[in-house]
């Protein structure tokens, strides 16, 4: 069974300080792909990054950077500098076949509070 | 570019009435669509996923139906509205991808907050 475990249901920090949120999933298929999404305070997701299984390169956008580890089943995000905008609630996604149909999963979110 | 449209943006009901929330995406033929509901503080939950004009798929057994009529048109209804019905409803389209699901991110309209009284 896939699934998507966020533990961290809020965090708060005071602006310029890093944050990493945490992302750990549980799949058996050997392709899948893991998404991270932000839901600002007006509700509507934005999509952020996906990642295949095959590709454990970390990516880094601007102050965004993404540490993907397979041994860990973790795809852990960081925001440097972190910014009163950056407030919001981070969902991260899986993305896995089942009988060869891909099954959609998000973890339950983690609200970030960054405080000025 | 694909945009998604939602609408109402807000919407409160008694119970016991009606729903018909329309969701349209412009620049993309055939996309994979769904509906999510998200109770306050909480995850996402599927509601209905389509692959195709007049093909649903329910995730959970519930008070709502869902129609596509059109490529790019997705509807959520209801005969009688339950106050478990209250919630923040989703929609969102992706570039198709086998059986429903997708490898592909997956993009959200802003939302309709339902309130029933």
């Known amino acids: 069974a896939q699934k998507v475990t966020q533990a961290q249901t809020e965090i708060s920090v005071v602006e310029k300080e890093d944050v990493t949120l945490d992302c750990v999933y549980e799949t058996r298929d050997t392709t899948y792909y893991l998404f991270w999404y932000k839901q600002p305070p007006s509700g509507e997701l934005v999509f952020l990054i996906r990642?295949?299984?095959?590709?454990?390169q970390n990516e880094i956008s601007g102050r965004y950077s993404w540490n993907f580890q397979k041994s860990t089943s973790s795809f852990n995000f960081t925001i440097t500098a972190s910014q009163v905008v950056d407030s919001a609630v981070y969902f991260c996604?899986?993305?896995?076949?089942?009988?060869?149909?891909?099954?959609?999963?998000f973890g339950t979110g983690t609200r970030l509070k960054v405080l000025a | 570019s694909q945009t998604i449209h939602q609408w109402p943006a807000t919407l409160v009901q008694p119970v016991g009435s009606p729903l018909s929330l329309e969701c349209t995406v412009e620049g993309t033929s055939n996309p994979n669509l769904y509906w999510y509901r998200q109770a306050a503080g909480r995850g996402l939950q599927l509601l209905f996923y389509?692959?195709?004009?007049?093909?649903i798929s329910s995730e959970v057994p519930q008070n709502l139906s869902a129609s596509r009529p059109q490529d790019r048109q997705f509807i959520l209804s209801s005969k009688k509205l339950l106050l478990s019905d209250s919630g923040f409803y989703l929609c969102?389209?992706?570039?198709?991808?086998?059986?429903?699901?997708?490898?592909?991110?997956?993009?959200f309209g802003d939302g309709t907050r339902l309130s029933i009284l």
């Open positions: 389509s692959v195709g004009i007049g093909q």
């Open positions: 969102a389209w992706a570039f198709s991808g086998t059986g429903g699901y997708s490898n592909q991110p997956q993009h």
């Open positions: 996604a899986l993305s896995a076949t089942t009988s060869g149909t891909y099954k959609y999963i």
């Open positions: 990642r295949n299984s095959f590709d454990e």
